[in-house]
């Protein structure tokens, strides 16, 4: 049988058509001949790591694994160390890159997994040099000379503009600028002006590193005064940083000297700053996730003043023009019934004060160079030669990962051209700044790692031992619910590209999944009999449809049914016996309604009496009993889903699913409500809480609102926890991960 070997495989992968070379930064790969060059010249390289970099370039920015790697330069009857001479060839493949393990720009160690290529990739066709007849060439040479004369005053005409519109092809070298651990992620991230420092903070405090040196300074500040670095001023010696005053407060932006001198406010309620280019203004964000407002103040705080008003969205990323007469920024909205955001790029003008959309999930598509599932993502860059830096998410099943991306724009602000992607690495872009010139940019990239973990209740039913990590994946588990014998929890989990769902018995190590399929799977829940679960399943990804279904499948085993199709859906829950009752909720932008529903026919109706109406309605979480009488329900009013600042009384609001009957209890704690579930025996509710100085805490909420604290954690994320039917464990969503500075330099 013919085995295609890696060459022929990187050029089938990639696309031949005459492909001859491939092309990163300033290397190019020779496939025909089997050479890696630089700037031209051939770059020593032996076989087997050229064999691993043409695998490498034929999929960028995937992970080829080490076992498919094995397969393909090792085959089964080669007997051989394979650990160590994979280390090896890649050890000599990144010494021909200049390359390194620690700080990588186009070969990176996926833990446990393998190897992705970073780099953007190019290939070059090679043009057809099919030999040309003498007749012919006499045919055309008095043609030519007629026209030579013309042509010769045309060029002199237009060397003067050539010899100073030069075009250069453009490398874009790629840098990491910190190396925090994951218990130590960094919080914030600015450039100076002239590229010479980066000002970053993270859970240790506020420094200053020195970019091309690598020397990092801590800045002396008051103490408590935990800032995050925002915003550099034009002059390099100043900048704006935001910072929290008490748990319950919202961010305000501070003015820092590095050159001595306390800090000074400039703006209670104030985050995302950017200083215009001439040093004169400020933009901001201003409000909460609900009702959000762009500002412009002058450089020192003074004559603050509305610039854009929200429809009840989300802005993030001000940034001026290179002239400081617009403003470009990211707005988002949330779709009722949906569990993403949609977002878009507009352009204000100060002089009409209109706002001009530029780039959204519709302009997108219209793009062959993005992909219509991709969305954009905070953070952005107005560089002085009018180019718009700003950051997409990637295509599933890296809908997770997000990457930076370039445009040009005209002088009104329009796009020009085809965007280019500048980045292929893992993890969310965030927080974006550049030098004046526009030749570096910085900015953080970050990742969230969720998992299931399980800890145990003791015999009072509030004492919690130290949470266990059940998922040992690298993807996004999610706890719902957990088998009627208390014995294993059921997630959905992204492991397969798109959601499905998994059950995982507490004393295993690895989930068996249970549904499947293309379509996404999401919040599988507990009928009340305990025979079957209900679960929401979304489009495939990147898909967009009309419908959302309702499917159930038996515990026991089979094909899934689809019982109720929607247009919107957000959750569901069921009750246990004696109660018969499941409900769902379906919301607009200013109301949530819920319906009780059959799980095995899916005939549902509405049950108006327990409907609310506040706009926007997807601030609400909610929870049904287990004996199904009442409705719990909390309002986050935070800007993220871990920003709850604007909670001075959080509360929870009990409804009668019998006669509507409500009542509200003001919950004793320290910081806002993220979300609510039972307790198994219907007594309390398990609430996460977080403040704003950085500690994370689960507490059961008794149904006057007293609390008890039963975990805190200062370096992971709580989401929310799901109590076994027997009252002895929880299922918890933790979430760790990491952030750290990177830089791109554009020559």
Not at 133 to 153: E, Q
Not at 606 to 626: A, C, G
Request: a neutral charge; one cysteine or more.
């Amino acid at each position: 049988m013919y085995t295609m070997g890696y060459q022929e495989e990187a050029m089938a992968v990639i696309g031949d058509n005459g492909t001859r070379t491939i092309q990163f930064g300033v290397f190019e790969i020779d496939l025909r001949a089997g050479e890696l060059r630089r700037n031209g010249s051939k770059v020593k390289l032996q076989e087997q790591p050229f064999q691993i970099l043409t695998v490498l370039v034929a999929r960028p920015g995937e992970v080829v694994t080490r076992e498919e790697l094995q397969k393909k330069l090792w085959p089964a009857d080669t007997f051989v160390d394979f650990d160590h001479s994979l280390n090896a060839a890649i050890r000599r493949l990144r010494d021909a890159l200049g390359d390194s393990a620690e700080n990588p720009r186009f070969v990176e160690t996926v833990a446990r997994r393998g190897y992705r290529f970073l780099s953007s990739v190019n290939r070059v066709t090679a043009v057809s040099t099919a030999p040309v007849s003498s007749s012919a060439v006499s045919a055309k040479r008095w043609r030519i000379i007629a026209v030579a004369g013309v042509l010769l005053v045309g060029i002199a005409a237009a060397w003067w503009v050539i010899s100073r519109w030069r075009v250069h092809p453009v490398e874009i070298r790629q840098r990491r600028l910190t190396a925090n651990p994951e218990e130590d992620p960094v919080t914030g991230a600015t450039m100076s002006p002239d590229g010479k420092y980066v000002a970053f903070s993270d859970n240790t405090g506020f420094y200053l590193r020195q970019i091309d040196s690598g020397e990092t300074h801590p800045l002396s500040l008051p103490k408590g005064f935990n800032a995050v670095p925002a915003a550099w001023y034009p002059d390099g010696t100043h900048l704006i940083a935001s910072w929290v005053e008490g748990p319950k407060s919202p961010p305000s932006l501070w003015q820092i000297s590095l050159i001595g001198g306390a800090p000074r406010k400039l703006i209670e309620d104030g985050k995302f700053p950017s200083v215009s280019a001439d040093g004169s203004q400020i933009a901001f964000v201003r409000g909460p996730a609900t009702d959000q407002e762009i500002w412009a103040m002058e450089a020192d705080g003074q004559k603050p003043r509305r610039l854009i008003a929200g429809d009840k969205c989300m802005f993030s990323s001000p940034v001026w023009s290179p002239e400081g007469q617009r403003i470009a920024y990211v707005t988002g909205n949330y779709a009722p019934g949906h569990w993403q955001m949609s977002a878009s790029i507009k352009v204000f003008s100060l002089a009409t004060g209109r706002a001009e959309t530029i780039l959204s999930a519709t302009s997108i598509r219209g793009k062959e160079t993005i992909l219509s599932s991709m969305s954009i993502r905070p953070g952005l860059v107005w560089t002085t030669d009018n180019r718009l830096i700003y950051a997409v998410s990637e295509p599933p099943p890296n809908q997770n990962d997000s990457n930076v991306w370039s445009v040009g724009l005209d002088r009104s602000g329009h796009i020009t051209g085809t965007p280019s992607r500048l980045t292929v690495t893992s993890g969310d872009v965030a927080g974006m700044s550049a030098t004046e010139d526009g030749k570096r940019i910085a900015y953080t990239k970050h990742s969230l790692q969720p998992d299931v973990y399980v800890a145990e209740l003791n015999s009072r039913g509030k004492g919690l031992s130290t949470p266990r990590r059940l998922t040992l994946d690298e993807r996004n588990d999610y706890p719902f619910a957990w088998t009627p014998d208390s014995k294993a929890v059921l997630f959905a989990s992204d492991r397969d590209g798109s959601y499905h769902l998994f059950k995982q018995s507490i004393d295993q190590s690895v989930p068996e999944r249970f549904v499947g399929g293309e379509e996404q799977a999401m919040s599988p829940r507990l009928t009340p009999d305990q025979s079957a679960v209900v679960y929401v399943e979304w489009p495939k990804l990147g898909e967009t449809s009309a419908t959302i279904g309702l499917m159930r499948v038996s515990l026991a085993g089979g094909p899934p049914q689809n019982i109720l199709r929607l247009s919107e859906m957000g959750n569901v829950q069921c009750a246990r016996l004696p109660s018969t009752l499941c409900i769902y909720d379906v919301r607009t932008e200013s109301q949530m309604s819920f319906f009780r529903f059959d799980p095995a026919t899916g005939a549902s109706e509405e049950i108006p009496q327990v409907r609310i109406q506040d706009h926007p309605s997807y601030v609400y979480n909610w929870t049904l009993s287990p004996d199904g009488r009442t409705l719990a329900t909390a309002k986050r009013e935070g800007s993220t889903m871990w920003d709850y600042s604007a909670q001075d009384s959080p509360s929870i609001t009990f409804l009668s699913i019998a006669d509507g009957s409500r009542h509200t209890v003001i919950v004793q704690t320290w910081a806002g409500i993220s979300s609510i579930d039972w307790a198994a025996d219907g007594r309390s509710l398990w609430a996460p809480v977080y403040t704003n100085t950085g500690t994370w805490a689960l507490l059961n909420i008794d149904l006057q609102g007293r609390t008890t604290t039963v975990l805190e954690d200062t370096k992971m994320m709580i989401g929310w926890a799901i109590p076994a039917p027997d009252g002895k464990h929880l299922a918890l969503w933790k979430a760790g991960g990491s952030s750290n500075v990177w830089m791109l330099e554009r020559f």
